[in-house]
């Protein structure tokens, strides 16, 4: 430490703290000079949604509110208990000073690294993904200061949020697998499925002076065979109600995607006969609707198979002769 260092220490200070970034959970208050000690007449500013703490061989000693104090022993009655004042110097207490944020942190993140096995009435056993944000805040910053900070160690915003959701993320797997719904049903029930994920979360950090203002689940995820199997059910259904409809939509897929491959049906003789017959069964599913249609309509329908890319100009071409000479 220089000269003006020295010199700048014995000038009485103005203790505050303003998390620019918005993130900071936990601040101890240091001096560039690395002389930490609490200067007696100095002012402590404790903003809106933050608290002050002052801990004194590890333990903790006072607690200030939003407001503005000055230090000296009056005001600070337990750590004078806890070390007798030594009047020859200018310091009132010997203790360490830390900013705690009690505002709502929102937007952190969780999710399961693994998939979920879940007992399921449609599927037997499935697995299951999920990811979600989740808020909180510091309600009690005393248990907070004991629990977190102290008993577990935990101290960096980063390692406090990543123990949260973690935490979150096991009661997910907890409350999904003791839910009767089916993981066709979850979709449905991410609000109830939250609701329960965050009362259950909030009987467990009770102690710890955290609670969560909210749980949020985005996404829940099945493996992409399960969803496959899904899709074929999906289509199945559509098939069993309207048969017909199923198969003109799943045939104008099929004529489509080969009319774009590259040496495909649409580039030899047998992609315009192939646009020919669907063209014709187009027309002839309608009975005898189609066959009051007028030209204009029947070009039209023509025009849109066309712009689909489901016939080649070529196919359009010939059909729409036929059609006008008919």
């Known amino acids: ?42 002012k402590v500013i404790v903003r809106e949604s933050q608290c002050a703490v002052f801990l004194k061989g590890g333990q903790l000693a006072d607690i200030l509110p939003p407001g503005t104090y000055e230090l000296n022993t009056d005001n600070f009655p337990v750590l004078t208990k806890l070390k007798a004042f030594p009047y020859l110097f200018v310091s009132p207490v010997i203790a360490d000073l830390y900013f705690v944020s009690t505002r709502q942190f929102i937007d952190n993140r969780w999710g399961t690294k ?59 797997s907890t409350t999904v697998g003791e839910t009767e719904m089916s993981v066709l049903e979850l979709a449905a029930g991410y609000r109830i499925l939250s609701s329960a994920m965050q009362e259950r979360l909030n009987g467990q950090v009770r102690m710890t002076g955290i609670q969560f203002s909210d749980v949020i689940i985005e996404n829940i995820s099945l493996p992409e065979d399960v969803e496959r199997m899904i899709d074929e059910q999906s289509g199945i259904g559509i098939a069993k109600s309207d048969m017909e409809s199923f198969m003109k939509y799943q045939t104008a897929r099929a004529m489509r995607d080969a009319a774009k491959q590259k040496g495909g049906l649409a580039g030899l003789g047998a992609g315009m006969a192939l646009g020919n017959t669907m063209a014709q069964n187009v027309q002839k599913s309608s009975g005898a609707d189609n066959q009051s249609k007028s030209r204009a309509e029947q070009l039209r329908e023509l025009k849109a198979l066309l712009d689909e890319e489901i016939l080649t100009q070529d196919e359009f071409d010939e059909e729409k002769k036929r059609i006008l000479r008919s």
């Open 114 to 172: 693994n998939p979920i096995m879940k007992r399921d009435k449609d599927f037997n056993m499935v697995r299951i993904r999920a990811f979600g944000k989740f808020a909180f805040r510091i309600t009690d910053v005393a248990y907070f200061m004991k629990e977190i900070f102290g008993t577990k160690g935990i101290v960096m915003t980063y390692d406090i949020v990543e123990y949260l959701s973690s935490m979150v993320t096991e009661v997910f």
């Open 1 to 42: 430490m220089d000269f003006w260092d020295i010199v700048k220490d014995q000038f009485l200070d103005v203790i505050e703290y303003e998390d620019k970034s918005n993130r900071l959970i936990v601040m101890k208050f240091r001096r560039e000079s690395g002389n930490d000690e609490l200067k007696q007449g100095s």
